[in-house]
């Protein structure tokens, strides 16, 4: 098992080039299931959860070869199975976002239900439902959903609530429905956004991915085509807080400053400086931060992928911050590892109380999810001696290299198989 051993105190400098983003990228390579032919896509980060996505398209019948810098091809001309297994769906739960493409293209899905992972049940009621007033037959038995329709017709879907991948799922199907659907409490992420890009380029005819109210007139057939992932805007905000943190001074680029305006007007309240340059976010921070409260929301909101880290931050803020997360049940799995690290942290339910400046030593910490062993890391930056950051696959499920992107900046991380 690999763990990542951090020597505290770099402050980091320099500049480093933000990879494509994954959660833009996993729903993308699943819509390659609407047409028939080769998708080429670029950017397409190196990380543990799109190669599992690469996977479960290569068992579906696709061919997907993964070329140099970045880039995948799909061929779904010999797609020929629609059953995507627990062993793949268990290790990723996005897995789910072939649900709507092989229902809408094959007539017929049958998909491991996801199960919970450490933050939360995370259901796909709303995945379903929708589905289901497009007119596919669900039936729920030994732990999968299988779906059947002969060809699925348009509906209006409420969204009991906003979500990334039901929005996603249901925008895919519907593309190749009979007549329209509207996807009202829909999802504003970017990567919503940019999922109706590349479907629009395939030939759906999609309008106001971005807003909560989103209209897809279907179409018979959707035609393979070529993209370039956009960056990852929850990686950026990652690294603009550990320049953040560490009182640096660090060019983040190719980050799109639209996506990340709740996270910079946070960095900015706790008194870290950010400007545009080069195509990017200039982060300095060079008095004391400021303590900030924070609550996780739906997009354009403060995103809850940014909530473990900015807790290393209030963790290093002189005063009080309260940070409550809204969208996630168990999403404070990092709170008992940063303490054992010395810092002062009172769990309310959904709600923590960070009292700072702490001073945090180095110690053997767990990861348990993909953003707790963001912020484990970053602690490590900031702590006395040195952190050991056990069970860092969580890590690289969801970040490309992130460890070789912080020594490029100054940062004393390396990897190791075990002991300090
Ligand atoms: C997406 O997950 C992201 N993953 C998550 O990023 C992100 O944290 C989340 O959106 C919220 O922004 C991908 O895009 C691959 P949701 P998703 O459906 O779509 C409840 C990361 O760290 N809900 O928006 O699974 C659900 O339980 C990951 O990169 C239902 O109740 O999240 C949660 O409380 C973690 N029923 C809330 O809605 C449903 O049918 C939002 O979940 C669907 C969701």
Do not use: W
């Not at 829909?186 to 309008?207: F, H, Q, T």
């Not at 931060?289 to 739906?298: A, C, R």
């Amino acid at each position: 098992m690999q763990n990542i051993v951090i020597k505290g105190g770099a402050r980091l400098s320099g500049e480093v080039r933000v990879s494509g983003s994954k959660n833009a990228a996993l729903p993308i390579l699943a819509s390659s299931l609407l047409c028939s032919g080769r998708c080429l896509y670029r950017n397409v980060p190196a990380l543990g959860d799109v190669r599992t996505m690469q996977r479960l398209l290569d068992d579906l019948g696709a061919e997907v070869t993964t070329g140099s810098a970045g880039t995948t091809v799909v061929d779904t001309s010999t797609v020929d199975n629609v059953e995507a297994a627990y062993d793949l769906v268990k290790t990723m739960r996005a897995s789910v976002v072939v649900l709507g493409p092989l229902t809408a293209r094959h007539g017929r899905a049958r998909v491991s239900l996801p199960g919970g992972c450490a933050i939360g049940a995370r259901p796909i009621d709303q995945h379903l439902k929708g589905l289901a007033a497009m007119g596919a037959k669900i039936e729920l038995a030994h732990g999968y959903v299988t779906t059947r329709a002969r060809r699925l017709h348009g509906a209006t879907i409420v969204f009991d609530m906003v979500t990334v991948t039901g929005t996603e799922n249901l925008m895919m199907a519907a593309a190749l429905a009979d007549g329209h659907t509207t996807l009202e409490n829909a999802a504003r992420e970017p990567e919503v956004e940019e999922l109706a890009r590349v479907l629009n380029k395939m030939g759906a005819r999609i309008r106001g991915a971005g807003t909560h109210l989103i209209d897809i007139e279907g179409v018979d057939e959707l035609h393979p085509v070529e993209h370039a992932i956009i960056p990852d805007r929850i990686e950026a905000g990652t690294l603009l807080v550990a320049a953040a943190i560490t009182r640096g001074n660090v060019l983040v680029r190719d980050c799109l400053p639209e996506h990340l305006e709740a996270v910079v007007a946070k960095l900015r309240a706790a008194g870290a400086e950010v400007t545009p340059e080069d195509g990017g976010l200039r982060v300095r921070a060079k008095a004391a931060l400021k303590p900030v409260d924070i609550s996780t929301q739906p997009f354009p909101g403060f995103p809850t992928d940014m909530q473990a880290q900015f807790m290393v931050l209030a963790i290093r803020a002189s005063g009080q911050s309260v940070i409550t997360e809204t969208i996630f049940e168990n999403r404070f799995m990092h709170v008992p590892e940063l303490q054992r690290m010395g810092a002062d942290i009172q769990v309310e339910g959904r709600t923590v109380i960070v009292r700072g400046p702490c001073k945090l030593t180095g110690a053997q910490v767990m990861a348990t999810d993909l953003r707790a062993s963001a912020s484990l890391v970053l602690a490590g930056l900031v702590a006395e001696g040195k952190t050991e950051v056990r069970r860092i696959y969580h890590l690289d499920r969801g970040y490309d290299r992130l460890d070789k992107k912080l020594r490029a900046l100054g940062a004393d991380v390396r990897r190791s198989k075990g002991g300090l």
